[in-house]
């Protein structure tokens, strides 16, 4: 069983930057990939970015590619989100994601995670 809970977000004006946080309690963070999903108003969620057991490999949407950056720090049982050139399109309530066990072209399967954090709200607003 793993527990995750996200921090990080609030509002920010277009063009600026957050990190999001995903803090896992539980065991065996080290062997689960970790992914962020979001989902805006209206809308399905959708993947975001995901990361591989050791953080090795990274994975991204496309429209996040190059504006965004997964990573993790398995001491501290946290993966981040680090979002840069923020535009209104990305408000939406973002979560994080954990299972092991699963083949790279799950990653951005919603459907293959068994853990989810609460989420945490990004607005993007002038």
């Known amino acids: 069983q793993v527990q995750l809970v996200e921090s990080g977000g609030g509002l920010v004006q277009p063009g600026g930057s957050l990190r999001l946080s995903c803090a896992a309690s539980?065991?065996?963070?080290?062997?689960?990939?970790m992914a962020w999903f979001r989902q805006a108003p209206g809308k399905e969620r959708e993947f975001v970015a995901a990361?591989?057991?050791?953080?090795?490999?990274?994975y991204y949407a496309d429209a996040m590619k190059g504006r965004f950056t997964i990573s993790r720090d398995n001491a501290k049982n946290t993966v981040y989100l680090q979002m840069n050139s923020l535009k209104p399109e990305d408000t939406a309530v973002y979560y994080c994601?954990?299972?092991?066990?699963?083949?790279?072209?799950?990653?951005?399967?919603?459907?293959?995670?068994?853990?989810w954090g609460q989420g945490t709200q990004v607005t993007v607003s002038s």
């Open positions: 990361t591989s057991w050791s953080g090795g490999s990274t």
């Open positions: 994601a954990a299972d092991d066990g699963l083949a790279v072209k799950e990653y951005s399967d919603l459907r293959r995670y068994d853990y």
């Open positions: 539980g065991r065996a963070f080290t062997t689960y990939a």
